[in-house]
């Protein structure tokens, strides 16, 4: 098993549905980039997501053109196109994050975070019970 990290655009509207057992699904696929090849192309991969239950919620409310990251199990996948063998890559995703679901925890004044006032007096209190002196 291989656990992966994508971020991308949608190329497609997610299709979604439910399984004869009540089990909610959605699929799509992602265009990643990728980086550049030696010669200066850019290079992309397309990955297919596939999501269940309220993940599968999640990317149903998506479309086209939408930014993800997925988090999840990553397989190679194998599959015949007009007589010819491809390969392609899929994606079970156990999480999903789109800019619409980002909330701002922390409110408006990000300055006004401060760790916790006795967080370092622990530390000073362990240090005070070590002993400096010499064992030799």
């Known amino acids: 098993m291989i656990s992966a990290l994508a971020s991308g655009q949608l190329i497609r509207d997610p299709k979604s549905g439910t399984s004869a057992s009540g089990t909610r699904w959605a699929n799509s696929t992602l265009r990643v980039p990728c980086g550049k090849s030696r010669e200066g192309d850019s290079e992309t991969a397309f990955i297919t997501v596939c999501a269940f239950g309220d993940q599968a919620d999640q990317l149903a409310r ?68 070590f002993d400096d002196e010499p064992m030799f």
């Open 62 to 129: 998506l479309a086209k053109g939408d930014s993800i990251s997925v988090q999840g199990t990553l397989k190679s996948t194998e599959y015949v196109k007009d007589g010819e063998t491809r390969h392609g890559l899929e994606i079970m995703a156990n999480a999903l994050l789109s800019p619409y679901q980002l909330k701002q925890k922390r409110g408006t004044d990000t300055a006004s975070h401060k760790p916790e006032p006795d967080s370092w007096r622990v530390y000073d209190r362990a240090r005070q019970d």
